[in-house]
């Protein structure tokens, strides 16, 4: 089992700046990849980006060269780092842990961006 609980959501003014962070406790030493995913209401839960425990990455066309995603190891923390957001970002965004074939998730949290 995986707990994964996100902070950093809120309201932001489009071009702005947020981050988010992803804290992972329980099963933790079989972690590999962990990621952010999002929803926008009406829409279909989409992934935003992932990243092995090596470092490597892999982005959304639409996040590409405004979202950083990194992690601390050490802390068993993933983080999204958001830049130049538009009011097309606004959904929920949950932080995902595949581990044995089970997807574990957080309960998300939301940034809205106003235009």
């Known amino acids: 089992q995986v707990q994964l609980v996100e902070s950093g959501g809120g309201l932001v003014q489009a071009g702005g700046p947020l981050r988010l962070s992803c804290a992972a406790s329980g099963s933790i030493f079989s972690i590999n990849a962990m990621g952010w995913y999002r929803q926008a209401p009406g829409k279909q839960r989409e992934l935003v980006a992932t990243i092995a425990t090596r470092g490597s990455t892999n982005y959304a066309d639409s996040v590409k060269g405004r979202f950083i995603i990194s992690r601390d190891n050490a802390k068993n923390t993933v983080y999204l780092q958001m830049n130049s957001l538009k009011p097309e970002d606004t959904a929920v965004y949950y932080c995902?842990?595949?581990?044995?074939?089970?997807?574990?998730w957080g309960k998300g949290t939301l940034v809205t961006v106003s235009s």
């Open positions: 995902n842990v595949p581990l044995f074939g089970v997807h574990y």
